[in-house]
């Protein structure tokens, strides 16, 4: 961690058998896209749990070199329970979370978010990102926009520097989740009406697949976030959120979502159903 009067971005990254699944050049990438970063006071925190592909070497090598300033080495539940560790631990003021096969393309990305954060009083900030396909052979812009947060992830949490302070008001990730938990904290954040700003350029690349690529438990959990965030106590059953997940609506749910007061997910909704 750099000596400085700037605030510092603590950047958590969870990581697991990089070199196994194929993602190790990304890694490196992503290392030196935090590392090159013109906003200097920045903290890095791994967190590892317990690699046995020789990831450890690739970790230790960096902590070597002081581009990792807390390696915390050992068993955990699973991706979240990682990011969890990371936040828990962290004395920045803000937080980003990146993944081991996320890099930044913009080295001043983190100045510009803070500089938002701090003039314009919002508590996030976040970007687009573009996304590359395992074979190499597609890639894809994933833009942020918050109209669709009742319905699907809004924005990249790669991308998002947020207030630590966010996270007691909201709570850290579900650990209960597999691959849903960042999505339920950006609606329960959205719903409680915490602001951001959407700077619309691309300023991450992601390699593609990984857990998410899993449709048959994406669609199941992304269904169990819209029920426990705003489904469950506007009427809606577990089944009518799945389908709005996969846009299956029939004038019957369309009906229920009409009668839905809470004007954020109504609008969200009827944004859905405007462009279905």
């Not at 958590?12 to 058998?17: A, V």
């Not at 009906?255 to 009827?270: G, P």
Request: charged share 20%.
């Amino acid at each position: 961690m750099k000596k400085s009067k700037l605030k510092v971005v603590s950047v958590i990254t969870p990581c697991l058998n990089i070199i196994s699944a194929g993602r190790e050049e990304y890694f490196h990438k992503m290392m030196h896209g935090v590392h090159e970063q013109s906003y200097r006071n920045l903290e890095h925190i791994v967190v590892d749990g317990c690699s046995t592909d020789g990831t450890l070497a690739i970790l230790f090598r960096y902590q070597g070199m002081g581009w990792i300033d807390n390696l915390i080495v050992g068993k955990d539940s699973g991706i979240y329970s990682a990011m969890n560790k990371g936040i828990r631990l962290a004395h920045g003021r803000y937080i980003n979370i990146m993944n081991t096969d996320d890099y930044l393309t913009k080295p001043d990305y983190f100045s510009q978010c803070v500089s938002l954060i701090e003039t314009q009083g919002i508590n996030f900030v976040h970007a687009d990102r573009l996304i590359h396909s395992p074979d190499g052979l597609d890639s894809y812009v994933k833009k942020g926009n918050e109209r669709t947060m009742a319905f699907r992830m809004p924005f990249r949490h790669q991308t998002m520097v947020i207030k630590k302070s966010i996270f007691d008001l909201i709570g850290n990730f579900d650990e209960t989740y597999k691959i849903a938990a960042d999505y339920k904290f950006v609606l329960k954040m959205l719903l409680a009406g915490v602001r951001g700003q959407y700077i619309p350029q691309t300023v991450l690349i992601s390699l593609g697949g990984g857990a998410s690529a899993n449709r048959e438990q994406c669609v199941k959990e992304v269904g169990r976030v819209l029920y426990e965030c705003y489904g469950k106590e506007n009427g809606l059953t577990f089944t009518d959120c799945r389908n709005i997940y996969t846009r299956r609506l029939s004038k019957s749910l369309i009906f229920k979502i009409s009668t839905i007061t809470d004007q954020k997910i109504k609008n969200s909704l009827q944004y859905l159903i405007n462009n279905q």
